[in-house]
């Protein structure tokens, strides 16, 4: 039997020519093959990936609203520039004669990755004995597809960062309590800002498999998974300190998968899409620190030259998974289609993406 790193390393077949080809013929290569592929093929590019890859885009955004588009597009193949749980959710909602391709295996979530089907189960099981039939589950969109079919056939719903707050709304009104997944910030972030007090809220640790709680039993209204993004919590308290002291006059934007106490000490937090809205908006010398994945920053400081854009952390690297799709493997799948080949093809079974569907489709 092969571990899942030995079916990833299988799956990244790609030949080391691609590593050992010049960048300036990589891209007339992937451009050449684009061209071929004409309107048979559909390019969807992650905020977070790199320039190189992004500039093939058709369009680019955040993982739920790339997949959504991908589910309006008529092309034969849906190249998905982003990680798994993306893929995922791009091919349950587009058709079954479309192939929706991830250009390298190995880009994953590691916070999807820390809540998987097994753990979840175990987890409700134990949540039950505890609660009762009081809880709904929500999970992030940034989870497996296993996890949203839980979720759906559970009665429960897929949240993203931007309807977070309509969603938890929504959750609390369809029973007493809810479990958030897999990631504890955004859930508690968005608790809080619905007037939920901390105390309040329980955090189901899935390798302890424990549930680590302030008050009885009967006063928990939040479980938070306890799951987190890796990037997101390199943000760090003294980050923000040593801002407000150095330079008092630039605005602190971050993202909601940071910790509680950042996004508390911050100015503004907000989905992908609300940081990129919000300095488009922003005046001209306008100063900003920002505090989300540095591909992001970094186009974000080149879109907008006029303002003074820096990284929350000074140190800040990109998303090593998400970066994981690159131009040599884009371009190597690019040119296997062109000769009919469709390989890295993401495909959810059936029973797992009707659930999931549901799960989708009621946050729609």
Not at 316 to 345: A, F, K, S, Y
Request: hydrophobic share 40%; proline share 4%; net charge negative.
């Amino acid at each position: 039997m092969t571990s899942l790193l030995e079916e990833l390393q299988l799956a990244d077949a790609m030949p080391t020519h691609y590593l050992h080809t010049s960048t300036e013929e990589l891209h007339q290569r992937a451009r050449h093959a684009k061209n071929l592929l004409g309107e048979r093929l559909y390019i969807l590019g992650h905020h977070y990936q790199k320039d190189e890859v992004i500039m093939y885009a058709d369009v680019t955004g955040d993982s739920l609203q790339l997949s959504q588009i991908a589910s309006k597009q008529t092309a034969d193949y849906i190249i998905f520039c982003g990680v798994h749980f993306m893929a995922e959710t791009a091919d349950i909602l587009t058709t079954a004669k479309q192939a929706v391709i991830l250009p390298d295996m190995r880009a994953g979530c590691s916070m999807a990755d820390m809540a998987n089907i097994d753990q979840t189960e175990r987890a409700w099981i134990e949540l039950q004995k505890d609660f009762g039939d009081t809880i709904v589950p929500l999970t992030y969109v940034n989870s497996t597809a296993a996890i949203k079919a839980f979720v759906g056939r559970n009665g429960g719903a897929t949240v993203t960062s931007s309807n977070a707050q309509e969603m938890v709304e929504w959750a609390l009104t369809q029973k007493q309590r809810m479990l958030f997944l897999p990631d504890q910030h955004l859930g508690r972030n968005t608790a809080v800002k619905l007037g939920i007090p901390l105390e309040q809220m329980a955090i189901w640790d899935p390798i302890k498999q424990k549930l680590e709680r302030q008050c009885d039993v009967e006063d928990v209204r939040v479980i938070l998974w306890k799951g987190h993004c890796s990037v997101h919590m390199n943000f760090l308290p003294k980050h923000v300190a040593n801002l407000r002291v150095k330079e008092p006059d630039r605005h602190i934007l971050v993202h909601p998968e940071c910790t509680y106490e950042v996004v508390h000490a911050s100015d503004f937090a907000g989905s992908t899409k609300y940081i990129i809205d919000m300095i488009a908006a922003s005046e001209v010398g306008s100063k900003w620190a920002i505090g989300t994945e540095m591909n992001l920053v970094n186009r974000l400081i080149a879109t907008y030259p006029d303002r003074d854009i820096v990284s929350l952390n000074p140190f800040m690297c990109p998303c090593l998974t998400m970066n994981r799709i690159d131009l040599p493997h884009l371009t190597w799948v690019l040119e296997e289609l062109v000769e009919g080949r469709v390989i890295n093809q993401i495909v959810v079974d059936g029973k797992t993406a009707v659930e999931a569907k549901m799960a989708l489709e009621k946050m729609l």
